[in-house]
């Protein structure tokens, strides 16, 4: 049964059976390249002792880390202004969450256009994987994340964070505010992006214009000189031979 | 005094075309009829049966009946036409309804004609037996472990069938489906891992095997008994990256046997999918190669996202190519960091490590977290990129070069460094295939398969770029070649880059895929409904079966998914790139010292949360 179409001397061995392991050079074998190697540490050495700033490290308590504003830590439930909670306990948090931390218990609101409200929430700390998976559900941004990342406890009941300490830390103070849906700083940012883009593009069509009112006056000018040449400078300018509308 | 050269590798695809039709690797289904049909007609008719090409299937598969699996395996290895010649991954599948209830599933890959072959052998409950692979492809060895400890398969012929991922006192077999997700076992002393060491004087008749009893004396063996000594290294040790126990039997300094236990870091990944929507799966695939979470994230999701039919939209394809190649130079930034200081060379991980956190702030900035990333969604990414995405990855193109060189001039050269790496651990690149490697540690060994040239994907075939190759095969290649492809990899980003952001949305704009935005569901109901409907009930994916490969930090890292039509997997295997690279570990450190034990494992970049899963 040989139906093989390839016949089986033609063709290479296609791996290597052997290894070829690197061969040490004279100078290598006299330990030369270690010089290079002591100015590239001597390089750092005096670059961390005359910049200090530049070096990545920071020391903890005291000099914190700057998180982006997306940072996904502590959990915060966010309030109405009245000061109660936004929840309205529709379990969408708890049904998305991967890690199965959130737990809730709803009750009726008395006001009847709320419905529903939560006695109990809780998330546990040690089971939380910090996904953001309950931000996205939510309907009612009623859980959004802070900036907060040291989350120390003393035994492993406090873990359990219950709604009044989720609450707490929600000051509307921007700095504190981590991964949620929105982000009215970025807008800003993003805005500023859009400006200075469009003034770019001012910048570059007014130049243009400038260039082609320029170019056809050359060209007026010539075509009065010298009538029959003036179509082809016309059609080799680089703009559009008609002027845009200012 | 140039090293050896890493010249750009031709592409496998390329330069394959003999095997009628399936030279394309994937794409080739027309054919699949009369496929290999000079392998297949050496087998008796009837004990293997293509799938028909309309079945849906994303690459040739035959149902195999386990009679001539054996023969087949050394037939497919062997054949001229065929030449498949890695097993890339083993995964057991349960279905409780049928009569055959066990399926075993090969994922076979012919690295010089660039094809794939799956093979379905399936295995009644009441003669769970299946012939071994391990003499065809050693790779077998542990996927075979990793079968019978999860599925109660046996293997006849196989040298140490073993659990692998469970501890040894465990009962059951944990992901057959009747198996509860929520049991737990006191796991009890008295039954441990018995070490399986391949010494030729019989060793390990009943030796080293209890609690604190590795050191003791055989009581068999040859004369100079008292010139042996058995230790352990781990489970939990410095040197040992993560939790692995290494027993190690030592003449004198040299390690003449070794064995190893994994499965410390073991959570039951697969089984946790199984009870969990597919979206819910996505933060669970970032704890398995947590040195490049992000990559994970991307194969996951783009298996689902093939499994549907659907595509990412040019900006999330775009920005998943970038921030994947940042991530691969974070995990060789932490492999080749922490190997030098497995070697003594502290100094480079300090500068290693400054590339990666500067990288983890992209990556916060991006989703809002450094390690655990979470940022893919199926469907494109969880949220838009931020608007300074372009100005800090050009900040990071400048930052990670100079670090790079740093380390290159400290140690390509170094005489103290090249003598405790080069010839160390080496295996030669056919070796080296049929213990199942792929990614760098495959490259240094001489073979040029790359996932991301072989069968392209995300943007990788619209880009410049080189698969380096070095020949040596030892540690010294190993760290060579990573330094090499982070140039790489940022060649691919600084293209990219050029080319500019595409327009559009992040994520696509199905509602039975991905949420709908935030706006709409405040202010709209069928939105709202929408999102109330995907969260509870959860993606429906459409039934089928798919693997599909993506290049990860250290090799092909595949997800196998089964899906039976509803919100959660059906069944999800993982192929995780280090777990036949560990499997070869015990063989590369014989014959060595235990300090090259050390530095061999840190130059394998085994990540401890993706070999156990």
Same mark, same amino acid.
């Given at each position: 049964?040989?139906?093989?179409?390839?016949?089986?001397?033609?063709e290479?061995?296609?791996?290597?059976?052997?290894?070829?392991?690197?061969?040490?050079?004279?100078?290598e074998?006299?330990?030369?390249?270690l010089?290079?190697?002591?100015?590239?540490?001597?390089?750092?050495?005096?670059?961390?002792?005359?910049?200090?700033?530049?070096?990545?490290?920071?020391?903890?308590?005291?000099e914190?880390?700057?998180?982006?504003?997306?940072?996904?830590?502590?959990?915060?439930?966010?309030?109405?202004?009245?000061?109660?909670?936004?929840? +309205?306990?529709?379990?969408?948090?708890?049904?998305?969450?991967?890690?199965?931390?959130?737990?809730?218990?709803?009750?009726?609101?008395?006001?009847?256009?709320?419905?529903?409200?939560?006695?109990?929430?809780?998330i546990?700390?040690?089971?939380?994987?910090?996904?953001?998976?309950?931000?996205?559900?939510?309907?009612?941004?009623?859980?959004?994340?802070?900036?907060?990342?040291?989350?120390?406890?003393?035994?492993?009941?406090?873990?359990? +964070?219950?709604?009044?300490d989720?609450?707490?830390?929600?000051?509307?103070?921007?700095?504190?505010?981590?991964?949620?849906?929105?982000?009215?700083?970025?807008?800003?940012?993003?805005?500023?992006?859009?400006?200075?883009?469009?003034?770019?593009?001012?910048?570059?069509?007014?130049?243009?214009?400038?260039?082609?009112?320029?170019?056809?006056?050359? +060209?007026?000018?010539?075509?009065?000189?010298?009538?029959?040449?003036?179509?082809?400078?016309?059609?080799?300018?680089?703009?559009?031979?008609?002027?845009?509308?200012? | 005094?140039?090293?050896?050269?890493?010249?750009?590798?031709?592409?496998?695809?390329?330069?394959?075309?003999?095997?009628?039709?399936?030279?394309?690797?994937?794409?080739?289904l027309?054919?699949?009829?009369?496929?290999?049909?000079?392998?297949?007609?050496?087998?008796?008719?009837?004990?293997?049966?293509?799938?028909?090409?309309?079945?849906g299937?994303?690459?040739?598969?035959?149902?195999?009946?386990?009679?001539?699996?054996?023969?087949l395996?050394?037939?497919?290895?062997?054949?001229?036409?065929?030449?498949?010649?890695?097993l890339?991954?083993?995964?057991?599948?349960?279905?409780?309804?049928?009569?055959?209830?066990?399926?075993?599933?090969?994922?076979?890959?012919s690295?010089?004609?660039?094809?794939?072959?799956?093979?379905?052998?399936?295995?009644?409950?009441s003669?769970?037996?299946?012939?071994?692979?391990?003499?065809?492809?050693?790779?077998a060895?542990?996927?075979?472990?990793?079968v019978?400890?999860?599925f109660?398969?046996?293997?006849?012929?196989?040298?140490?069938?073993?659990?692998?991922?469970?501890?040894?006192?465990?009962?059951?077999?944990p992901?057959?489906?009747d198996?509860?997700?929520?049991r737990?076992?006191?796991?009890?002393?008295?039954?441990?891992?018995?070490p399986?060491?391949?010494?030729?004087?019989?060793?390990?008749?009943?030796?080293?095997?209890?609690p604190?009893?590795?050191?003791?004396?055989?009581?068999?063996?040859?004369?100079?008994?008292?010139?042996?000594?058995?230790?352990?290294?781990?489970?939990?040790?410095?040197?040992?990256?993560?939790?692995?126990?290494?027993?190690?039997?030592?003449?004198?300094?040299?390690? &003449?046997?070794?064995?190893?236990?994994i499965?410390?870091?073991?959570?039951?990944?697969?089984?946790?999918?199984?009870?969990?929507?597919?979206q819910q799966?996505?933060?669970?695939?970032?704890?398995?190669?947590?040195?490049?979470s992000?990559?994970?994230?991307?194969?996951?999701?783009?298996?689902?996202e093939k499994?549907?039919?659907?595509?990412?939209?040019?900006?999330?394809?775009?920005?998943?190519?970038?921030?994947?190649?940042f991530?691969?130079?974070?995990?060789?930034?932490?492999?080749?960091?922490?190997?030098?200081?497995?070697?003594?060379?502290?100094?480079?991980?300090?500068?290693?490590?400054?590339?990666?956190?500067? &990288?983890?702030?992209?990556?916060?900035?991006c989703?809002?977290?450094?390690l655990?990333?979470?940022?893919?969604?199926?469907?494109?990414?969880?949220?838009?990129l931020?608007?300074?995405?372009?100005?800090?990855?050009?900040r990071?193109?400048e930052?990670?070069?100079?670090?790079?060189?740093?380390?290159?001039?400290?140690?390509?050269?170094?005489?103290?460094?090249?003598?405790?790496?080069?010839?160390?651990?080496?295996?030669?690149?056919?070796?080296?295939?049929?213990?199942?490697?792929?990614?760098?540690?495959?490259?240094?060994?001489?073979?040029p398969?790359?996932v991301?040239?072989?069968?392209?994907?995300?943007?990788?075939d619209?880009?410049?770029?080189?698969?380096?190759?070095?020949?040596?095969?030892?540690?010294?290649?190993?760290?060579?070649?990573?330094?090499?492809?982070?140039?790489?990899?940022?060649?691919?980003?600084?293209?990219?880059?050029?080319?500019?952001m595409?327009?559009?949305?992040?994520?696509?704009?199905?509602?039975?895929?991905?949420?709908?935005?935030?706006e709409?569901?405040?202010?709209?109901m069928?939105?709202?409904?929408?999102?109330?409907?995907?969260?509870?009930?959860?993606?429906?994916?459409?039934?089928?079966?798919?693997y599909?490969?993506?290049e990860?930090?250290?090799?092909?890292?595949?997800?196998y998914?089964?899906?039976?039509?509803?919100?959660?997997?059906?069944? &999800?295997?993982?192929?995780?790139?280090?777990?036949?690279?560990?499997?070869?570990?015990?063989?590369?450190?014989r014959?060595?010292?235990v300090?090259?034990?050390v530095?061999?494992?840190?130059?394998?970049?085994?990540?401890?949360?993706?070999?156990?899963?």
């Amino acid at each position: 049964m040989n139906t093989s179409p390839v016949p089986p001397a033609a063709e290479p061995d296609p791996y290597p059976t052997t290894t070829r392991p690197y061969r040490q050079s004279v100078a290598e074998r006299l330990y030369l390249p270690l010089v290079g190697g002591l100015l590239v540490t001597l390089r750092h050495f005096l670059r961390n002792l005359f910049h200090p700033g530049r070096m990545l490290t920071i020391e903890y308590p005291e000099e914190r880390r700057n998180y982006s504003h997306r940072f996904r830590g502590h959990h915060i439930l966010t309030t109405r202004p009245d000061g109660s909670v936004r929840c +309205v306990a529709c379990f969408l948090c708890a049904q998305a969450c991967p890690a199965e931390c959130i737990h809730i218990e709803a009750a009726e609101h008395p006001d009847v256009n709320i419905e529903k409200y939560p006695v109990v929430y809780e998330i546990d700390m040690l089971r939380c994987v910090f996904c953001g998976y309950c931000v996205d559900a939510c309907p009612e941004e009623a859980i959004i994340m802070s900036n907060n990342y040291d989350m120390a406890y003393f035994n492993r009941d406090q873990t359990i +964070v219950g709604k009044a300490d989720l609450m707490k830390p929600f000051t509307f103070d921007e700095e504190l505010l981590g991964y949620r849906p929105r982000y009215p700083e970025e807008e800003a940012v993003r805005a500023k992006m859009r400006r200075e883009a469009f003034s770019l593009v001012d910048a570059a069509r007014r130049a243009r214009q400038e260039q082609t009112a320029e170019e056809l006056s050359a +060209v007026s000018a010539t075509s009065a000189a010298t009538a029959p040449p003036a179509p082809p400078t016309a059609a080799g300018s680089p703009a559009s031979p008609s002027a845009p509308p200012s | 005094m140039s090293p050896t050269t890493a010249g750009p590798a031709a592409s496998p695809g390329g330069a394959s075309s003999g095997a009628g039709g399936a030279g394309a690797g994937l794409a080739d289904l027309a054919d699949l009829a009369n496929l290999y049909q000079g392998v297949r007609s050496k087998f008796p008719a009837g004990s293997i049966t293509p799938v028909p090409a309309d079945a849906g299937f994303d690459q040739p598969t035959w149902i195999v009946e386990r009679d001539v699996l054996a023969e087949l395996a050394r037939e497919l290895r062997d054949n001229r036409e065929t030449r498949f010649d890695l097993l890339m991954d083993l995964a057991g599948v349960d279905f409780p309804d049928r009569q055959e209830r066990f399926e075993a599933v090969y994922h076979l890959y012919s690295v010089p004609r660039n094809a794939r072959l799956r093979l379905k052998v399936p295995v009644a409950e009441s003669d769970p037996v299946l012939p071994s692979l391990v003499p065809v492809w050693n790779a077998a060895n542990w996927a075979e472990r990793e079968v019978f400890d999860m599925f109660g398969l046996r293997f006849t012929g196989h040298p140490n069938l073993s659990r692998i991922l469970c501890h040894e006192a465990f009962q059951g077999h944990p992901l057959r489906k009747d198996y509860d997700a929520a049991r737990r076992w006191i796991l009890t002393e008295d039954k441990i891992y018995k070490p399986h060491f391949d010494l030729p004087g019989g060793f390990q008749a009943g030796q080293a095997g209890g609690p604190g009893q590795g050191h003791e004396i055989p009581e068999s063996g040859d004369d100079d008994l008292f010139e042996r000594m058995t230790i352990n290294i781990g489970p939990s040790h410095p040197a040992m990256h993560g939790t692995f126990r290494l027993m190690a039997v030592l003449d004198g300094e040299t390690i &003449i046997a070794s064995d190893v236990e994994i499965g410390y870091l073991h959570r039951c990944f697969e089984k946790m999918c199984e009870t969990h929507t597919w979206q819910q799966v996505i933060p669970y695939t970032d704890r398995l190669n947590y040195c490049s979470s992000f990559i994970n994230n991307v194969a996951y999701c783009r298996t689902v996202e093939k499994l549907l039919s659907i595509e990412a939209p040019p900006c999330a394809v775009w920005a998943r190519t970038i921030l994947s190649e940042f991530s691969r130079i974070m995990d060789h930034c932490v492999c080749n960091g922490t190997t030098l200081v497995d070697a003594g060379g502290l100094t480079n991980f300090w500068y290693m490590f400054q590339p990666r956190e500067e &990288i983890y702030g992209l990556l916060e900035a991006c989703c809002g977290a450094r390690l655990t990333v979470s940022y893919c969604r199926i469907g494109g990414l969880s949220q838009e990129l931020p608007p300074d995405f372009m100005a800090r990855c050009r900040r990071l193109l400048e930052i990670i070069p100079p670090f790079v060189s740093d380390v290159e001039k400290l140690c390509d050269h170094n005489r103290i460094w090249l003598d405790r790496a080069v010839g160390v651990a080496a295996i030669s690149g056919a070796e080296a295939v049929n213990w199942g490697w792929t990614g760098p540690c495959l490259r240094a060994s001489g073979v040029p398969f790359d996932v991301r040239r072989a069968q392209p994907y995300d943007l990788y075939d619209t880009v410049d770029w080189d698969v380096p190759v070095l020949y040596g095969g030892d540690i010294y290649d190993r760290y060579r070649i990573r330094n090499l492809e982070i140039r790489q990899s940022l060649k691919i980003i600084r293209q990219l880059l050029d080319r500019g952001m595409p327009e559009g949305p992040f994520i696509v704009d199905d509602p039975h895929v991905a949420l709908p935005p935030k706006e709409k569901a405040y202010n709209e109901m069928e939105a709202m409904i929408y999102h109330f409907k995907l969260i509870m009930d959860g993606i429906q994916v459409p039934e089928g079966e798919l693997y599909l490969p993506t290049e990860g930090a250290n090799g092909e890292l595949g997800f196998y998914i089964l899906s039976d039509g509803t919100a959660k997997p059906y069944r &999800i295997k993982v192929r995780p790139p280090c777990f036949p690279i560990m499997s070869t570990f015990s063989k590369l450190i014989r014959g060595g010292s235990v300090s090259d034990a050390v530095i061999s494992l840190g130059g394998l970049n085994v990540v401890a949360g993706e070999l156990e899963r």
